[in-house]
């Protein structure tokens, strides 16, 4: 008799690809574990800076969505939740930082201490352009939690109060980073397969 599998015990191991996304993968660049780690670490960085005014987390759809909901768990305060989505008037790999509001805010910001909380900054562009977006609308405060940032890439003038990783200026995916909408249910975070090795 076939021993009974047990649903949820099997052990992933992190650093192989998923069978399933095998063709499309190239190096593991974050694995789940650090990604874990990291995540409760900055959890654990905005309960203490936050004590006794609890932030509104401002998620950027739809990359951040895994990250937010992670980081909302290890955050030991009572928080907020709202989600913006924005549309880049950009190429589908370059920023133009002129970006469009899909979805908006649904609570009044007014007075609210706000952390947005971004997956990825490759130009700043984006962030740059929902940062002033925001303060337009009088918060107490206005900080970015980026899970990614890439290296040397920056064109706009940030402040980043708190970031996961820095990573090498490549493209990734996983963890709510998407290429053509697949690979954001991926749980490291991964680069592309070279077109070379193809
Ligand atoms: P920025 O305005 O900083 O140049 O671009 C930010 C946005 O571009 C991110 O929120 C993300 O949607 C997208 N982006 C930038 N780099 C990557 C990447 O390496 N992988 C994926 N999947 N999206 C990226």
Known sequence: MPTPKLSG????????????AHEALGDLVISKDALRERVEELGELITTEYRGRPPL???????AS???SDLARVIKLPIEMD????????SATR?????RIVKDLDVD?????VVVVEDIVD???TLAYLQRYLQARKPASVEVC??????????APLELKYVGFTIPAQFVVGYGLDVDEKYRNLNGIWCLKNKADQ
């Open 9 to 20: 015990t099997e052990v992933e191991p992190n650093i192989s690809h998923p069978q399933w």
């Open 57 to 63: 987390l401002v998620g950027v759809l739809k990359g």
């Open 66 to 68: 895994f990250f937010m």
């Open 83 to 90: 989600f913006m989505a924005v549309a880049s008037y950009g």
């Open 95 to 99: 920023s133009s930082g002129v970006v």
């Open 109 to 113: 910001l007014t007075e609210r201490h």
């Open 123 to 125: 130009s700043g562009l």
């Open 146 to 155: 980026a899970l990614l940032v890439k290296q040397g890439q920056q064109r």
